[in-house]
């Protein structure tokens, strides 16, 4: 982002995304939105075709060193990026760190929402004569 402030809700940039041994890292564009990063091969690219996406729900993001970090899911896949500076990685790691907590912050709530609505459905059924009477 052009002024420097973090935003969970709209971050993206360039960074070199790790393929393979043959390609090593490759550049992508990435946008986080939702608690997703996803990337691409160019912005124009955005219009038709996403090469992934990251839901960073349940992410463990790692700071390898001052360009490089990991975005892992827990368990076997783990991706590994680098920004063009320390601080652009610090402006991503931030940004990706504050999009996982307002995931996690709205899952939490839904599930708590629907765990709540579960408990209320089976304590007063339809069949419920306060309920019933109520109606």
Known sequence: MPDGKVSPDNYRGWLLKWTN???????????????????YRSQAEMAHTCRGTINLAGALIDTIDSHNFAISNGGTQVYYLRASSEVERNRWVTALELAKAKSRKTLDSDQHLSTTWEDLGGALGEDDPELLRQQ
Request: contains cysteine.
């Open 21 to 39: 041994y043959l390609k090593g890292y490759q550049r992508r564009w990435c946008v986080l939105s939702s608690g997703l990063l996803s990337y």
